[in-house]
């Protein structure tokens, strides 16, 4: 079984039910600026979603599978904490959950470089 790519699956399919949510049952709850909030969590989404597909690919024939493992698993905390708490700041409008915000990017900026050091050797 390979997790990531399971995994990249269902965020992918969060990532456009979310953003369709967000587009059409949120459309005329939320003002510009929390909708433009609630966008960028579903761009970050969908962009690691692809990356967690992209290393779910990798992972069974890499060298350092395991590397590109965590590289992954950093990548999914990232759309946890990073998109997740675009979403509730934006539903909710409490901002004091854009402080978790920037810990989601770190794990982003994480998992990529850690996915590079795996497929550099």
């Not at 990531?4 to 709850?29: E, N, Q, S, Y």
């Not at 579903?42 to 597909?53: D, E, K, P, R």
């Not at 395991?66 to 946890?80: D, K, N, V």
């Amino acid at each position: 079984m390979n997790t990531l790519l399971i995994l990249g699956g269902i965020m992918m399919f969060l990532a456009v039910a979310i953003g369709a949510f967000g587009a059409h049952a949120l459309k005329d709850r939320l003002d510009d600026n929390r909708q433009k909030t609630y966008q960028t969590g579903v761009q970050y989404h969908l962009a690691h979603g692809l990356g967690l597909l992209l290393m779910g690919l990798f992972a069974p024939s890499a060298a350092h599978s395991g590397t590109i493992q965590l590289a992954g698993w950093l990548l999914f905390a990232g759309i946890l904490l990073f998109s997740g708490s675009l979403y509730a700041l934006s539903v909710t409008g409490i901002r004091k959950l854009g402080a978790i915000t920037p810990i989601g990017g770190l794990a982003f900026l994480a998992g990529w470089v850690v996915f590079i050091v795996a497929v550099a050797g």
